[in-house]
């Protein structure tokens, strides 16, 4: 079956950054495009980023461009999110999502806070 396991996240001082992963298992990784979305405290889900199959094509959300970096290996069927800069509104629980039939994993919590 599908799994996707996000890791990385924790506390971090504004300013500071964090390297979020995902490890996907269940499908053919590198057949899917895909996707990093966040969840604040009390908000909805907020796109990210997004990267195709391949990983030199990448999309983000024109508040983030600069900041966050998000790749893949498709040798490891692992994606990453890079993260820097990071603010007190980029906290929230971030979910990596297989596009097409938005599966997400059970995400990592980012806390940013001094």
């Known amino acids: 079956q599908v799994q996707l396991v996000e890791s990385g996240g924790g506390l971090v001082q504004p300013g500071g950054s964090l390297k979020l992963s995902c490890a996907a298992s269940g499908f053919t990784f590198r057949s899917y495009y895909m996707s990093w979305v966040r969840q604040a405290p009390g908000k909805g889900l907020e796109w990210v980023s997004g990267?195709?199959?391949?990983?030199?094509?990448?999309y983000y959300t024109d508040s983030l461009k600069g900041r966050f970096t998000i790749s893949r290996d498709n040798t490891k069927n692992t994606l990453y999110l890079q993260m820097n800069s990071l603010k007190p509104e980029d906290a929230a629980k971030y979910y990596c999502?297989?596009?097409?039939?938005?599966?997400r994993g059970q995400g990592t919590q980012v806390t940013v806070s001094s």
């Open positions: 999502v297989k596009v097409g039939d938005n599966y």
């Open positions: 990267i195709n199959f391949g990983g030199d094509t990448t």
